[in-house]
């Protein structure tokens, strides 16, 4: 990291997942456009005061059941998704048994390779992207559409963070499941997925990670957390804490206390 944020500060781990989307910018694995979308997430996290709230672990404990049950899982990674949680990510991976897939809106080779490298030296054991076959998702028209036979056009559940609500719309016409890492929960992508995990994708994939530990062995848990999911209700508990934390500033006349 270039510039020293002093532990101290009051939002050091924010400043530092900025600084690593500013490398990972400059090493032309985010683009331009993947800055904007993060600053509109981590205003959702100032005012969700920076933690992962109970509706965030219980859609993360319900993902990782999904992730270690499901006959095709994989884990589809963007470029901000990649810097932010490239060690998360692969840890996720060997836990789960998830493979992982590359999948850019805004794609190239050279990026893909990159991305991929990237997870590799973080430790993920198997990564499509350059060295696949590839297919078309039916009626999505962005270079999100390209995906890996073997991957995500064949999965029965997919992972997804910091996604455009279009791809999920389309995964979801083509029968899959999908659980999306989105701290708006307005966003389509959101709205759309079966199972909204409210919450930072660092801190969130850490989260799945611990839990992947705890619970993989035992099935009649995993299937009894799946039985139990009600996204709706996820959903709902995400916007009365926004109200919540929000109605408690407007009352007190000051910023929100952390």
């Known amino acids: 990291m270039r ?7 009051p939002r ?18 985010v683009v331009p456009q993947g800055l904007i979308a993060h600053g509109r997430g981590e205003a959702f996290d100032y005012i969700l005061g920076e933690k992962s709230h109970d509706f965030a672990l219980e859609a993360e404990r319900a993902t990782v059941a999904h992730l270690i049950i499901s006959k095709k899982p994989i884990i589809s990674v963007n470029g901000n998704y990649a810097a932010l949680a490239a060690e998360e990510i692969a840890r996720l991976s060997i836990e789960t048994g998830a493979p992982i897939e590359v999948n850019l809106f805004y794609r190239s080779e050279e990026r893909i390779a990159k991305i991929e490298k990237l997870l590799a030296d973080h ?16 009626g999505l028209e962005s270079p999100r559409g390209i995906v890996c036979k073997e991957g995500i056009y064949t999965a029965d559940f997919i992972l997804v963070a910091i996604e455009d609500g279009d791809r999920t719309q389309a995964l979801k016409r083509i029968g899959k499941k999908v659980a999306a890492i989105d701290l708006n929960p307005f966003s389509r992508t959101a709205q759309t997925a079966d199972i909204t995990i409210v919450d930072e994708a660092q801190r969130a994939t850490r989260n799945m990670e611990n839990i992947a530990k705890e619970l993989k062995g035992n099935h009649d848990m995993l299937k009894q957390i799946i039985l139990k999911y009600d996204n709706k209700a996820i959903l709902s508990k995400a916007f009365k804490t ?4 929000l109605e408690e500033a407007a ?7 952390f």
């Open 12 to 29: 050091y781990e924010s400043l530092k997942l900025r600084e690593k989307l500013v490398e990972a910018f400059e090493a032309g694995i």
């Open 242 to 245: 926004i109200m919540e934390r």
């Open 123 to 138: 430790g993920a054991p198997k990564i499509l992207g350059t060295n696949c076959e590839k297919t078309l998702i039916p």
């Open 251 to 257: 009352a007190k006349g000051v910023i929100i206390e």
């Open 3 to 9: 510039w020293h944020i002093p532990r101290s500060h």
